[in-house]
């Protein structure tokens, strides 16, 4: 049995971005760091918001991104190389074979992964650390029970088997409501969330009763904290 091990409840109006618990994900991440490795390799790594939270020197520092655009946002500088691939690629499979890093970095990117435990088996050869965060299937719930949806991301318990097949682990769940003065923010912030493509297109019947029916002020996201150590 998985124990929630903590809950938190914050309000949109408290952040001015719309994406507040990835912020909020990638600081405790980043506080939880119980070394200073010179040598990091980060999966996701968007904008920065992972590098901009590190206050320790780093030697060299890999971003990855799916996203072109997002890449061209990260910070740049000596010792910081970022380049655009997709982490289940077989070129970011051929492109990092021979690395190897002190610390593996991921924050709220990796439940996208269409197979994780091969990518977990892979960076475990490239690293004998990696500590990452990952939304789970229990994110945005009452919306996927409302519509019938399935939601394209992992459980809890997948996401943990993917890693306990390569490496030793210790993990956390938390759960967050995030709040919204008017059911027309809440549904705003689905709209924008970075968190929202499990969600597929609704009809206008089916997007009128998932308007009607929903009944909280507050979205619900679940996160797994992981910091796993390679057996090899």
């Known amino acids: 049995m998985i124990e929630i091990r903590k809950e938190f409840s914050t309000h ?7 994406n507040i618990i990835q912020q909020l994900v990638a ?15 980060e999966l996701g790594c968007g904008s920065g918001q992972i590098y901009k939270n590190i206050n320790f020197p780093v030697d060299y520092y890999y971003g990855v991104d ?18 655009c691939f997709d982490f289940d690629s077989d070129e970011f499979y051929s492109e990092f074979k021979n690395h190897k ?13 269409k197979d994780l ?11 004998k650390v990696i500590n990452v965060t990952l939304f789970t299937s229990n994110t945005f719930k009452s919306i996927f029970d409302i519509t019938g ?3 394209p991301i992992l459980s809890k318990e997948e996401i943990i088997n993917a890693f306990e097949s390569s490496c030793q682990c210790v993990y956390e769940v938390f759960q967050y409501k995030l709040e919204f003065n008017t059911k027309k923010e809440l549904f705003d912030y689905i709209k924008k969330s970075g968190v929202r493509g499990g969600l597929n297109p609704l009809k206008y019947k089916e997007s009128k009763k998932l308007y ?13 904290f992981i910091k796993a150590s390679s057996r090899s």
């Open 12 to 18: 949109s109006k408290e952040y001015g971005s719309h």
């Open 212 to 224: 009607t029916n929903y009944p909280y002020n507050y979205l619900e996201f679940e996160v797994i």
């Open 66 to 83: 799916f996203s072109q655009q997002m890449c061209e946002l990260h910070p740049k500088g000596d010792g910081i190389d970022i380049s």
């Open 149 to 151: 949806q399935k939601s």
């Open 117 to 127: 435990s091969k990518l977990v088996k892979f960076l475990s050869t490239i690293s």
């Open 101 to 113: 890093y002190e610390l593996i970095l991921s924050s709220s990117a990796l439940q996208w992964s």
């Open 27 to 41: 600081k405790a991440l980043v506080r939880d760091i119980n070394s200073t490795p010179k040598t990091i390799l």
